[in-house]
């Protein structure tokens, strides 16, 4: 602040003037003031170099949120010099400019700052003539319908008529950030009142709107404080609304990414479990390729025998053409022949041999095999038990829910037990408030007699008077007949005008008491369909709730009976991939054999596939339950929610006619006339 004051006689003396002390000393006292975000030069005379200094230092950032410059005296200059320099400010929260006449130039300031600034909240204009320069309230009414930062505007005492109200209307058709409007002690009228009551049908912002001393009829009145009443309610739920839904919207992105989450550890699982049983595949192609090698080369080394075979029958051949062609030698090489002919049939029985036995070998494989194929059967077997006993299960979870349903009929049962409590209350604060009435009654009519007392002491006074009077017109008969004349007409309307305001009195309370019965009985019976209402809303809304827990449950279980079977599964297709790896190192003998076992590899594959798409059905159809189960739960928050919005308004509603009861009683307006 001592900066700011610098910067003011420095701009004086750069202008040729002397910076005013009045207002050097009170920037002073506020810059060793401990809190200075406050400018207040009220009631100090501005002078315009003052104006211009300050407006050459409010733009941007000044040092203080309030500037109060009520009651300065300012020129039409000095005022447009000073909101030329607030246009651009972007700290200054409240602006005080009470008292200072200010007129055409100052209204259309008014209309250019409110169209520009973009920081001021709120702007106090009490007791000045605005209304009485149309075209420039008129400006001004433009820029606050252009104006989207302002939210309370204070108007009291500035004339403003009912074409000006016409104008202000308009602007709060456009406007949708002004909460507070004060347009108190002006000339608004019954046009007038009629605008702004119609500018609220579109205008959903303004909370309070204040018409006193503006004879604007009482029911207008109402009906502009009904509007206003229902735009605060409405701000409310909607603030309500918006907390609720960005909450709703957390719990939903919530259980999107655990479902998501979810979804893609199963997808995981399932693709390790293809991979797994392509590997499985590749590994049994790969040993079976090995196998066929085996056996190729077998095939080879009998082709080879037989070649063999072929070559000593030719040998032989050759021998008895030799023997018939040279006997001598037939006789020395007889002994050899013999010998190795029997060397070649002890080998071929030795490889008979090794054949037969190879052929047992087999053929105990085989039968190995066919117990193993037995085996995985009884597995197969014992998953159908499995799967009947998860069935059991689930028709055990549908009984459960039947018996939660019953539950929730009991516990409904006990909500009408204490909604029964709950009316047996309400009718004993019902008669509460009948001997509330019945008091208030009695002081209304304490205060009537009160104030007929009141009237026949002032009377008794009256009549002292007349009797003075005579008494000096007894002294004075011949100069004072004509003002004894005066006194007697004046005594007479003194009285009629006594008990025409004693019977307009007792007729506004007889109607005070007749409306207040009304509103009474219609209270009565608002309470009642709200209580009511609120009773049903609170036991479905419970009811809903147990559901929802209910099913929140039920997919919890649902979801770990999943992760279960998904493990029992892996568990059993990780013991048919061991005993499949066990067979095939088995048979790798011979071809035969080899064959028999690529059919039951076939066979196992075909129950895998099988299993595997059994159990792929099943997690399609968990899915699709959990999905259902998912929509029933959004439907039912959507329910809950539409509800609880509904008995929001229906308190809303209720607390609405409390309000109108409690005013139109005579404590009501007591309260109000102080």
């Known amino acids: ?121 709120s ?86 709107l204040e018409l006193a001393g503006n004879n604007v009829p009482s029911d207008i009145l109402k009906a502009v404080e009904q509007a206003t009443d229902h735009n605060q309610d409405r701000q409310t739920i909607l603030s309500e609304t918006q ?17 998501t989450k979810q979804f893609l550890d199963l997808m995981d699982t399932i693709d390790k479990q293809r991979e797994e049983i392509a590997r499985s595949g590749r590994i049994s192609a790969a040993r079976v390729s090995q196998l066929q090698e085996a056996l190729d080369e077998q095939h080879s080394i009998m082709n080879s025998l037989q070649a063999k075979l072929q070559m000593t029958e030719a040998a032989l051949a050759l021998s008895e053409q030799k023997v018939h062609n040279l006997g001598e030698l037939l006789n020395a090489t007889k002994q050899e022949q013999a010998s ?16 037969a036995d190879r052929e047992g070998k087999l053929l105990r494989d085989l039968s190995a095999a066919s117990e193993k194929n037995l085996l995985l ?41 204490r909604l029964e409590m709950e009316k047996k209350r309400f009718k004993q604060s019902l008669e509460d408030l009948e001997s509330l009435r019945l008091k208030e009654v009695d002081h209304m009519t304490q205060h009537i007699d009160a104030s007929e007392r009141s009237m026949q002491d002032r009377i008794q006074r009256l009549e002292a008077i007349r009797i003075a009077l005579e008494e000096e017109l007894s002294q004075v008969k011949a100069a004072a007949l004509t003002e004894r004349g ?41 309470c009642l369909k709200q209580k009511q209402m609120v009773a049903e809303a609170q036991a479905k809304a419970n009811q809903l709730s147990l559901h929802a827990d209910a099913l929140r449950r039920r997919l919890e279980e649902l979801q770990q009976d999943l992760n279960s079977k998904e493990e029992e599964k892996v568990i059993e297709v990780n013991k048919v991939k061991v005993e499949l790896q066990e067979q095939i190192g088995h048979l790798q003998a011979e071809r035969t054999a080899q064959e028999g076992l690529r059919e039951k590899i076939a066979a196992l594959e075909r129950q895998l596939k099988a299993l595997s798409s059994n159990h792929r059905e099943a997690l399609l159809d968990k899915e699709g339950e959990i999905s259902m189960l998912l929509e029933k739960l959004r439907m039912k928050d959507a329910d809950i929610s539409r509800m609880r919005d509904e008995e929001a308004q229906r308190a809303s509603f209720l607390q609405n006619a409390i309000m109108a009861y409690v005013q139109g009683s005579p404590l009501g307006t007591h309260s109000s006339r102080k």
């Open 377 to 417: 059967r009884n597995q197969v077997d014992e998953l159908e038990k499995k799967c009947k006993v998860q069935q059991d299960q689930l028709f055990q979870v549908k009984q459960d829910l039947t018996n939660t349903t019953a539950e929730l009929k009991l516990r409904a049962m006990q909500a009408e037990e």
């Open 340 to 355: 190795l002919a029997e060397r070649h049939f002890t080998e071929l029985q030795q490889q008979k041999q090794e054949g």
């Open 123 to 208: 702007l106090i204009l009490e007791w000045n003539s605005l209304g009485v320069w149309e075209e420039g309230f008129s400006f001004f009414c433009q820029g606050l319908g252009a104006n989207n930062f302002l939210q309370r505007l204070d108007l009291r005492n500035n004339q403003i008529n009912h074409q000006g109200a016409g104008e202000l209307a308009m602007a709060l058709k456009q406007n949708a950030t002004l909460q507070e409007l004060d347009l108190r002690w002006n000339n608004i009228g019954l046009l007038g009142g009629r605008a702004l009551l119609n500018c609220l049908h579109s205008n959903k912002t303004l909370k309070r």
């Open 243 to 259: 907390n609720r839904a960005c909450i709703l919207s957390k719990e939903v992105s919530s259980l999107k990414d655990e479902k």
């Open 486 to 526: 005066q006194a007697e007409e004046e005594l007479i309307k003194a009285r009629n005008q006594a008990r025409l305001e004693e019977q307009q009195r007792l007729e506004h309370l007889e109607e005070k008491l007749r409306l207040m019965t009304e509103s009474r009985d219609e209270a009565q019976n608002c």
């Open 1 to 121: 602040m001592e900066e700011f004051r610098r910067a003011y006689a420095r701009l004086c003396a750069a202008g040729g003037a002397a910076p005013q002390e009045a207002v050097l000393r009170r920037l002073r006292e506020l810059g060793g003031a401990p809190g200075c975000g406050r400018l207040d030069l009220a009631a100090q005379s501005l002078s315009l170099e003052t104006c211009g200094a300050l407006g050459r230092l409010l733009p941007g950032a000044a040092p203080f949120a309030e500037v109060v410059l009520g009651d300065c005296g300012l020129s039409e200059e000095g005022v447009k010099l000073l909101l030329h320099g607030l246009c651009s400010n972007t700290t200054v929260k409240s602006l005080d400019l009470k008292g200072n006449n200010l007129r055409t130039m100052g209204a259309e300031a008014l209309g250019k700052l409110l169209r520009q600034n973009k920081s001021i909240r």
